[in-house]
């Protein structure tokens, strides 16, 4: 496997924002379940991207960086809890790795990143959401993650085509 390595990037400069841009774009024009139903354009995700990033220089919020051999290869978000009686627990948010890198077990190198940075910040629990039907849902139970609860139809991907939104944690 090529070297990979996943890091938290507190600031995120033009060249970057680019690169965060068409991977998210890409992703989700190959289906990926991360916030948008393909197709998608730079302009449809580049105002979620920037509300993530708005989170991101409030240093409450984390980004995750995937590279390999230097080049960026995926991303996930952190987000901290504003409550004071939930400062133990992070949100996982849009985990993905281009599409061009998929099946490298790059997944697993990410979220394992993930764990890592959430733990050097003191949370002992993550939470994520995964959109039923795409099994992805089995991917983080793999990684330890366990299913606490389900909102049927809380995704409407198309008219006729609601999913389950399912709820995961898992202890760090």
């Known amino acids: 496997m090529p070297a990979a390595v996943v890091r938290p990037v507190p600031e995120v400069d033009d060249a970057l924002r680019a690169e965060l841009l068409a991977c998210w774009t890409d992703v989700s024009n190959a289906g990926g379940a991360v916030g948008f139903v393909p197709p998608v354009t730079r302009d449809d995700v580049a105002p979620v991207l920037d509300r993530l990033l708005d989170g991101v220089r409030s240093r409450r919020d984390v980004l995750c960086v995937l590279t390999v051999d230097g080049a960026t290869a995926g991303f996930a978000a952190l987000v901290g809890s504003a409550g004071p009686l939930r400062q133990h627990w992070g949100t996982v948010l849009r985990v993905q790795v ?3 890198r998929q099946g490298e077990g ?10 890592d940075i959430a733990r050097t910040r003191g949370w002992e629990f993550l939470h994520l959401t995964a959109r039923g039907g795409t099994g992805v849902d089995e991917f983080y139970r793999r990684l330890g993650y366990r299913e606490v609860g389900r909102l049927p139809g809380a995704i409407r991907v198309a ?4 999913r389950d939104e399912i709820s995961l944690v898992r202890a760090l």
């Not at 790059?106 to 993930?114: H, I, S």
């Not at 008219?159 to 609601?162: F, K, N, V």
């Open 159 to 162: 008219p006729g085509d609601d």
């Open 106 to 115: 790059l997944g697993r190198v990410l979220m394992d990143g993930v764990h």
């Open 98 to 100: 281009h599409p061009s």
